[in-house]
């Protein structure tokens, strides 16, 4: 029988934990897994950890809240078996889809619960901020990303712990995994979920972490495909310098030295980028 960790990272969640550890251990009745869950205490003040104790999890405990990121970090780095699923403590996940996301793990390297609609606090302002950034992020990866911070997925862990060292200690923990997946070619599957209001109060800051979402797909994407990067934005600033030079010349009859500069711009953002794209290739594994 295949086994599997259902990682639980939770930080005062104790009006919560109770139905998702249940919704959990039904999901997963009659099923060909053995399986444990797995709950990472992330300093919580309330009793969010004896809680999960007493319905059978095991618990690790943080001293101190550290981050939902590094709550991830820790569950996996402790978890007995290579798959491993997770899912949030807040009841905004079906643990009812847990099957079908390990199902597709026979074929792929990382599976995600593909929400269908937004249903958080602020949902204008998340909901914009999630559009843009998925759209920058698809393109900079090349690849379609319905759900790029899904709560509810299936890793492996040795993936998990081959890129670490990318992994951030915050919100931004899913959306780093899943773009250092699609950067490096892994096989990342997306499966259509339900997503409901959470029980309790979100940590979620919308304006904090939706640049916190933002800057590290960028610095993400510098670490392992920087000329997706670069590229463009020198080719931008070149059209730019060539529109310019073109209308100052109809204008004047000469080439201003703001020309020049908008021209030379642009080939120092490109040697810069071919200069950071040997680098990714010299280091890469």
């Known amino acids: 029988m295949k ?30 897994y053995g399986y444990e869950i797995l709950v990472v205490d992330d300093g919580s003040t309330d009793n969010s950890g004896q809680i999960a104790k007493s319905l059978g999890a095991r618990v690790v405990r943080h001293s101190v809240n550290r981050g939902i990121g590094a709550a991830r970090t820790t569950g996996v780095e402790e978890s007995a078996t290579e798959l491993v699923v997770m899912i949030d403590g807040d009841c905004t996940y079906p643990a009812n889809a847990i099957p079908g996301l390990l199902k597709e793990m026979q074929e792929n390297d990382m599976v995600v619960g593909a929400r269908k ?47 670490k060292k990318y992994l951030p200690v915050t919100h931004s923990w899913v959306s780093t995994i899943t773009l250092v997946m ?28 939706s640049y916190n979402y933002f800057s590290l797909v960028v610095r993400t994407l ?31 009859h000469t080439i201003q030295e703001s020309d020049i500069i908008l021209l030379s711009t642009a080939v120092l953002i490109f040697a810069i980028g071919l200069l950071a794209d040997l680098i990714v290739m010299m280091h890469k594994e």
């Open 3 to 32: 086994k599997v960790t259902i990682l639980i990272p939770v930080y005062n969640e104790k009006s919560a934990l109770p139905k998702v550890i249940e919704d959990v251990k039904k999901a997963m009745q009659n099923q060909q």
């Open 222 to 252: 510098m670490y392992f495909n920087p000329l997706r990067f670069f590229l463009p934005l020198s080719l931008i600033v070149f059209c730019a310098g060539v529109i310019k030079s073109i209308l100052d010349f109809m204008i004047t």
């Open 117 to 163: 609609k937004e249903k958080g606090t602020l949902k204008i302002l998340r909901t914009s901020a999630k559009l843009f950034i998925k759209a920058l992020a698809s393109y900079l990866v090349k690849a379609k990303i319905p759900d790029l911070n899904s709560g509810l997925r299936v890793v492996k862990k040795s993936l998990v712990l081959k890129y």
């Open 182 to 209: 699609l950067s490096r070619g892994y096989k990342v599957r997306y499966v259509s979920i339900d997503y409901y209001p959470r029980v309790g109060k979100s940590t979620f800051h919308p304006l904090g972490d």
